[in-house]
């Protein structure tokens, strides 16, 4: 029987919290799936725990680190199912997870997208979500703007659907997934099923998000790119404008503070340049050049 749902996991040198994550996938009710692990060049003993698996699963691997984006890209390609699921290897989904998502495309074959609720731990405890964070359902461009607001590990896509937005961009080394969203979100609902099937870990020192100073630079990039593409109804251009503004603002300060006038002169003048038409903004080597800070 061909697979119903590809389970795609990108891991880095988490053989530690893989094997928990795996064995999520594999104790679901829902069993017409593949899984897939891309092993992004790790160093840790990785290969070996796949080699455990190897009956039940497709094991990838890079031979260097290319991160997250390129991991789940290698993914998408080969994978079979008309139906794609993400989940990063320090987070693990409760055994319903799969059976509940595919029951709902069943239930609305208009729909691309679909998340489900999470649990957050931090540290070990869990921990409520502030209210920025709750998630809303339906059309959620504009909302999505501010911060991410879909999970990785608790949506479910067409693959079609992937296809036709653009894969993950692996120029950005983190918020690839904030600029996929918003590829998405511009032209389609994602539906929320408020029923916590996803724990999700965080707070951990390998996290990208502790790697980097200034991550509004990534989803800066991604505004950028949105508003150049040409996509956006005049009202999500304006919000997209908006919200640019405002982040450029605060990216510039932090620039200041660290004596980085240039850099900061180039971010309070980028909304002006955007607003104008001048795409070519997006060759400077400002939203091109992503080392670790």
């Known amino acids: 029987m061909s697979p119903r749902v590809s389970v795609i996991i990108p891991t880095f040198n988490r053989a530690h919290m893989l094997q928990r994550a795996i064995q999520s996938v594999l104790d679901q009710t829902y069993q017409n799936i593949e899984l897939i692990v891309v092993d992004d060049g790790s160093t ?3 290969q070996e725990l796949l080699e455990i698996h190897h009956s039940r699963i497709v094991a990838l691997m ?3 680190n290319r991160g997250p984006a390129a991991a789940r890209n290698t993914g998408i390609a080969v994978s079979k199912a008309p139906l794609i699921a993400f989940l990063d290897s320090d987070d693990y989904w409760l055994p ?3 059976e509940v998502q595919v029951h709902f495309f069943t239930e609305r074959p208009d729909a691309v997208a679909c998340q489900t609720e999470e649990m957050w731990i931090r540290r070990g405890k869990r921990v409520n979500p502030r209210k920025i964070h709750i998630k809303p359902s339906g059309h959620m461009f504009v909302p999505s703007l501010r911060l991410c607001l879909i999970s990785p590990s608790a949506v479910m896509i067409k693959k079609e659907i992937l296809d036709q937005t653009g894969w993950f961009d692996e120029m950005l080394p983190a ?4 600029d996929l969203w ?3 979100t511009c032209k389609w609902p994602v539906y929320l099923i408020p ?3 996803v724990v999700k870990n965080g707070g951990h020192p390998d996290q990208l998000s502790t790697r980097f100073w200034g991550m509004d630079r990534f989803r800066i990039r991604s505004i950028v790119k949105i508003l150049c593409s040409g996509r956006l109804s005049k009202e999500y251009r304006k919000a997209a404008l908006r919200e640019l503004g405002r982040k450029c603002r605060i990216y510039a300060s932090g620039c200041l503070k660290r004596g980085r006038e240039e850099e900061a002169r180039f971010f309070e003048a980028l909304p002006l340049k955007v607003l104008k038409g001048h795409s070519e903004i997006l060759d400077s080597h400002y939203l091109r050049s992503f080392e670790i800070q």
């Not at 918020?175 to 904030?178: A, I, N």
């Open 44 to 46: 840790d003993g990785t």
């Open 62 to 64: 890079h031979e260097k």
């Open 96 to 98: 319903r997870k799969l």
């Open 175 to 178: 918020c690839e997934d904030y």
């Open 182 to 184: 918003l590829r998405l």
């Open 195 to 197: 029923e916590p099937l």
